[in-house]
């Protein structure tokens, strides 16, 4: 396999600068050779807009940086690498209002084949709150690169609905619906949304959905997993719809879509939580 340069690796197709700029996410340390990378992302204060509980969804962002940088340094120089699957898994005795940032630490799971697969730990404080990966396959290096305005969200703001260009359009009736608006700043660089924040989306809806009217603790995400199926495309129709399948005392499991602005199935997640 050709070597990459340390220059073409500062381009990440999937998570560019606006991304990680974003979302507060810093490099710790990477070693090319070995594919591994670490990352951390702040998560104090952000909040699920739905029920106000920790935006625990946000992970995936970091996840989908971190795992798809290490898929990313191993693909040959004339391909770029885009997220096909991505799962989180936590432990929800773990997760609270986490104060200190998470760090992600990735490296790479078995041979390069036709896609690769990286695994995440994750850790806050010097305790391990959860794990994920991130599968992706290669395609044509196309030299091209999207344009972007300034980010007037860059260092002005921690709420999450500005962060993520989202609004709650209801929750009830066995749905909850998140709108995404166009913001270019969260697309990656073939000008469709980055995998990370709508893998988020879709948590924050799914988890939004089996804890609409629902007395008590609520259910945490255990675990997510999400596939992606076409770019998704924001616009004026573009969301996050979530469903729930079975709601009990102890566990639940839902679904959420990521449906463009051309009214298409885009990404799909399967969510189970806990009390």
Avoid at 35 to 45: F, H, N, R
Avoid at 63 to 88: C, F, I, K
Avoid at 220 to 233: C, D, E, K, Y
Wanted: charged share 25%; aromatic share 4%.
């Amino acid at each position: 396999m050709n070597r990459i340069t340390e220059e073409e690796v500062q381009r990440d197709l999937e998570t560019p600068d606006t991304i990680r700029v974003r979302f507060g996410i810093e490099f710790i340390e990477a070693d090319l050779a070995d594919a591994t990378i670490a990352m951390s992302m702040p998560m104090s204060g952000l909040r699920n807009p739905f029920s106000g509980a920790p935006a625990v969804g946000l992970l995936a962002i970091l996840v989908d940086a971190a795992g798809g940088m290490s898929n990313h340094y191993r693909r040959r120089s004339d391909q770029w690498t885009v997220t096909t699957e991505l799962t989180l898994e936590l432990s929800p005795a773990e997760w609270a209002d986490v104060e200190k940032p998470v760090l992600a630490r990735a490296r790479p799971l078995g041979p390069v084949g036709g896609t690769t697969l990286s695994l995440c730990t994750l850790s806050s404080g010097g305790s391990v709150i959860g794990a994920g990966a991130v599968r992706s396959y290669f395609i044509p290096a196309e030299g091209r690169r999207v344009e972007r305005p300034a980010d007037a969200s860059r260092g002005s703001t921690r709420q999450l609905s500005e962060l993520m260009a989202v609004d709650v359009d209801s929750c009830g009736d066995g749905t909850s619906v998140l709108r995404q608006r166009v913001d270019p700043c969260l697309n990656n660089e073939i000008g469709i949304m980055h995998g990370g924040v709508a893998a988020a989306g879709l948590e924050l809806t799914a988890s939004a959905a089996i804890n609409a009217d629902q007395p008590g603790d609520p259910l945490r995400t255990a675990s997510l997993r999400v596939n992606f199926l076409r770019p998704f495309i924001a616009g004026h129709n573009s969301r996050y719809v979530g469903t729930p399948l079975r709601i009990g005392r102890t566990s639940a499991v839902s679904d959420a879509r990521a449906i463009g602005d051309d009214d298409k199935v885009a990404i799909t997640a399967r969510l189970t939580a806990y009390r």
